[in-house]
């Protein structure tokens, strides 16, 4: 029998690994930028699983919030390639 500890951290891997590529496959940036937020989020989730709480904190709030504000606050201040056509 699997301990339910190896499922949740074989789960959080997992979803690491999909939102990894999804930030690679998505054209659009924001979709990208949000999916790299995911993939910081279930970073400091792993973090945490391996006993690592202040590296988990630091990774939340600078990975996954801040980082994600300034990409998303940069993806706005930008025009689209559409609009220059």
């Known amino acids: 029998m699997i301990p339910i500890g190896d499922v949740v951290h074989l789960m959080v891997l997992i979803g690491m690994m999909i ?19 995911a993939f910081s989020l279930l970073l400091s989730l792993e973090f945490y699983i391996l006993q690592a709480p202040d590296v988990a904190i630091a990774e939340a709030g600078v990975g996954a919030a801040l980082t994600t504000a300034i990409f998303i606050l940069a993806i706005k201040a930008t025009k689209r390639m559409e609009d220059y056509e």
């Not at 939102?19 to 937020?37: C, H, P, Q, R, T």
């Open 19 to 37: 939102s990894g590529i999804f930030v690679v496959y998505f054209k659009d940036l924001l979709n990208a930028a949000i999916s790299l937020a």
